[in-house]
């Protein structure tokens, strides 16, 4: 019986975990070095903070009318943004992210309607000048954020990598969204728990997986409480508020890049979230605003 090993580490601001099956451990840990590093290469490559990402320069260019230039896999993410944002009409936009501005989730802070407001003109893909090749934001308050499908792209990127390595059997956990990159050795699936929106260190439910993926999207991650109103970070950009309907969705598909955005997607929709993802064909499972559990499978031949 081949082994698994486990290993963890901090990206993207949350923890992460690797399960990796191998005849040994010195094959285990060089195939998952491998897929952190790259966990870490896109962590770098995408994310605000640095000034040297591509996400930085082409926000550090906004309202200036310079086109930045994108390589093929910024422009697969790119195109894929664009797409999900013309299926979600307008609910999925990368460049919603400058509604941090004004939503401190640490500091508990509600901020008044007029500095909500304030930001909305800034908001908007449409604004965004993309030919496919290069990029250019129009107005100079824009910005790009890929917070809202990057830690997916880096789960089945590593989960990928893992595979290259010869690891037929595996999964990669970045916070709670899962790809998995084989089954056990004997066939048999992994158990993989769905957190609990409202009892940390639970879990809501538990399903098997032997290939694909499994991602979440709740509004428990970051959140606060005023006057007994929950006040979550995913933020409708045509409004600029919270979302209330759901405490968490969770989908099975194919790919952990798609999944998360269907998760992330039907938290923005609301009442219509259901029929949303039956439209999609996935399996899925939701909570609801009063704890209500929803599970539902698309129907078999």
């Given at each position: 019986?081949?082994?698994?090993?486990?290993?963890?580490?901090?990206?993207?601001?949350?923890?992460?975990?690797?399960?990796?099956?191998?005849?040994?451990?010195?094959?285990?840990?060089?195939?998952?070095?491998?897929?952190?590093?790259?966990?870490?290469?896109?962590?770098?490559?995408?994310?605000?903070?640095?000034?040297?990402?591509?996400?930085?320069?082409?926000?550090?260019?906004?309202?200036?009318?310079?086109?930045?230039?994108?390589?093929?896999?910024?422009?697969?993410?790119?195109?894929?943004?664009?797409?999900?944002?013309?299926?979600?009409?307008?609910?999925?936009?990368?460049?919603?992210?400058?509604?941090?501005?004004?939503?401190?989730?640490?500091?508990?802070?509600?901020?008044?309607?007029?500095?909500?407001?304030?930001?909305?003109?800034?908001?908007?893909?449409?604004?965004?000048?993309?030919?496919?090749?290069?990029?250019?934001?129009?107005?100079?308050?824009?910005?790009?954020?890929?917070?809202?499908?990057?830690?997916?792209y880096a789960a089945d990127r590593a989960a990928a990598v893992l595979h290259e390595a010869g690891i037929a059997g595996g999964t990669v956990n970045l916070g709670g969204d899962v790809s998995v990159v084989g089954p056990h050795p004997g066939g048999h699936p992994w158990k993989i728990?769905?957190?609990?929106?409202?009892?940390?260190?639970?879990?809501?439910?538990?399903?098997?997986?032997?290939?694909?993926?499994?991602?979440?999207?709740?509004?428990?991650?970051?959140?606060?409480?005023?006057?007994?109103?929950?006040?979550?970070?995913?933020?409708?950009?045509?409004?600029?508020?919270?979302?209330?309907?759901?405490?968490?969705?969770?989908?099975?598909?194919?790919?952990?890049?798609?999944?998360?955005?269907?998760?992330?997607?039907?938290?923005?929709?609301?009442?219509?979230a259901h029929d949303f993802l039956r439209g999609q064909g996935v399996a899925f499972l939701t909570v609801d605003a009063g704890g209500h559990l929803h599970r539902e499978k698309p129907d078999g031949p």
């Amino acid at each position: 019986m081949i082994p698994d090993f486990g290993f963890e580490f901090d990206a993207m601001g949350t923890v992460c975990q690797l399960r990796v099956c191998a005849h040994s451990q010195v094959l285990a840990e060089a195939a998952a070095q491998r897929a952190i590093g790259e966990v870490r290469r896109i962590e770098a490559k995408y994310s605000r903070y640095r000034p040297d990402s591509i996400v930085s320069r082409i926000n550090a260019a906004a309202g200036t009318g310079e086109r930045i230039a994108v390589d093929d896999e910024t422009a697969g993410l790119l195109r894929f943004a664009d797409t999900l944002y013309e299926a979600s009409a307008g609910r999925f936009d990368i460049t919603s992210g400058i509604l941090r501005r004004v939503w401190d989730f640490k500091a508990a802070r509600v901020p008044s309607a007029a500095e909500v407001d304030a930001l909305l003109p800034d908001i908007g893909w449409f604004q965004a000048d993309w030919d496919g090749e290069s990029l250019a934001l129009r107005r100079p308050g824009m910005e790009l954020d890929f917070g809202g499908f990057a830690k997916e792209y880096a789960a089945d990127r590593a989960a990928a990598v893992l595979h290259e390595a010869g690891i037929a059997g595996g999964t990669v956990n970045l916070g709670g969204d899962v790809s998995v990159v084989g089954p056990h050795p004997g066939g048999h699936p992994w158990k993989i728990g769905i957190a609990h929106p409202r009892r940390p260190g639970d879990v809501v439910a538990s399903i098997d997986l032997s290939h694909g993926a499994l991602a979440t999207s709740g509004d428990y991650e970051r959140s606060f409480e005023v006057d007994g109103r929950r006040y979550c970070h995913i933020l409708d950009p045509r409004t600029g508020w919270p979302v209330t309907r759901w405490q968490s969705v969770s989908v099975v598909g194919p790919a952990c890049l798609a999944a998360g955005a269907l998760t992330t997607i039907a938290m923005l929709m609301g009442d219509e979230a259901h029929d949303f993802l039956r439209g999609q064909g996935v399996a899925f499972l939701t909570v609801d605003a009063g704890g209500h559990l929803h599970r539902e499978k698309p129907d078999g031949p």
